[in-house]
């Protein structure tokens, strides 16, 4: 494999690594975010319970002398919510504006589809999961992104290509191809 190929495939390996940070960092903000409304409704269905006395047992603290909080304190609540978004980090939003155009340095979601000699060929597809792509970067084959430039959130494009001679698979080196890619989102 020359050091041309290595490098394309280590870019494409960085740029999956790159998704699947991006998808675990929502997955932990929307855990977080789960996590501090079960707080929330424990601290709200909690001090009925806990606050209840008998009279045989008058000596022990009610609720609001323990300093637990009341029916409508909502300060437990911001303080959940303060610290969840502290917690999690502020990954880029994607916008899925419908309308909106990719431009040069944008970083996209998109989803893809390689057909050669109009049949899907395998490793040429991201399968639904999308992936998030760099416009500029130069981690796809020639044309790939800039076919993309100009082109809006919710096109779906047919780009054909040709892969470079010295392409690492040999059944695609030197293969003029169609990538059929529909654009998700564009990242803030």
């Known amino acids: 494999m020359s050091s041309k190929e290595n490098k394309k495939r280590a870019q494409e390996r960085r740029a999956m690594e790159r998704a699947k940070a991006e998808r675990d960092a929502r997955l932990k903000k929307l855990c977080i975010g789960v996590l501090a409304v079960a707080v929330v409704a424990a601290l709200i269905i909690l001090?009925?319970?806990l606050g209840t006395?008998?009279?045989?047992?008058?000596?022990?603290?009610?609720?609001?002398?323990?300093?637990?909080?009341?029916?409508?304190?909502?300060?437990?609540?911001?303080?959940?919510?303060?610290?969840?978004?502290?917690?999690?980090?502020?990954?880029?939003?994607?916008?899925?504006?419908?309308?909106?155009e990719v431009q040069e340095g944008d970083t996209v979601n998109i989803d893809y589809t390689g057909y050669k000699d109009g049949e899907a060929f395998e490793g040429?597809?991201?399968?639904?999961?999308?992936?998030?792509?760099?416009?500029?970067?130069?981690?796809y084959i020639d044309g790939f992104e800039s076919g993309l430039v100009g082109k809006k959130v919710g096109d779906t494009v047919d780009l054909n290509l040709t892969f470079p001679e010295d392409y690492g698979a040999e059944d695609l080196a030197g293969a003029d191809v169609v990538f059929t890619v529909t654009i998700n989102g564009i990242y803030n």
């Open 47 to 49: 001090p009925g319970t």
């Open 124 to 139: 040429g597809s991201t399968n639904g999961a999308g992936a998030d792509l760099a416009i500029g970067s130069g981690t």
């Open 53 to 100: 006395t008998t009279e045989e047992d008058s000596s022990e603290e009610t609720t609001e002398e323990a300093g637990l909080p009341q029916e409508g304190d909502t300060t437990e609540d911001a303080a959940a919510e303060e610290t969840s978004a502290e917690e999690a980090p502020q990954a880029p939003a994607l916008d899925t504006t419908v309308g909106r």
